[in-house]
Nanobody, 122 residues
Framework: QVRVVESGGGLVQVGGSLRLTCTVSGNIVARYAMGWFRQAPGKQREFVATISSSGGYTEYAGSVKGRFTVFNDDAENTVVLQMNSLKPEDTAIYYC???????????????WGQGTQVTVSS
């Protein structure tokens, strides 16, 4: 059993920053590639960012590129999504997912967290 848990969501003003963390635990046989996705009310879940298991490859959605950074925190054994210059349209539930490859498609990820709410107020 593999468990994925996100943390760090909250309420922030426009232009502010938040740091989301994701921890994978349980019956882990290898390090996973990790993806971040988000779902706003009334919208479909969308890709935000992904990182390879080594941390050497990352990919971002166009809407967050230059503002969000994803990286592996090896010391804490977590994956971090650093979100800067937040906008109201970033408001959503953010999900972390673990999979074999760092891809954009949500269906390619095997394990998902429960999500953490991010609200950007204007």
């Amino acid at each position: 059993q593999v468990r994925v848990v996100e943390s760090g969501g909250g309420l922030v003003q426009v232009g502010g920053s938040l740091r989301l963390t994701c921890t994978v635990s349980g019956n882990i046989v290898a390090r996973y590639a990790m993806g971040w996705f988000r779902q706003a009310p009334g919208k479909q879940r969308e890709f935000v960012a992904t990182i390879s298991s080594s941390g050497g490859y990352t990919e971002y959605a166009g809407s967050v590129k230059g503002r969000f950074t994803v990286f592996n925190d090896d010391a804490e054994n977590t994956v971090v999504l650093q979100m800067n210059s937040l906008k109201p349209e970033d408001t959503a539930i953010y999900y972390c997912a673990a999979g074999i490859l760092p891809v954009l498609g949500a269906s390619q990820y095997d394990y998902w967290g429960q999500g953490t709410q991010v609200t950007v107020s204007s």
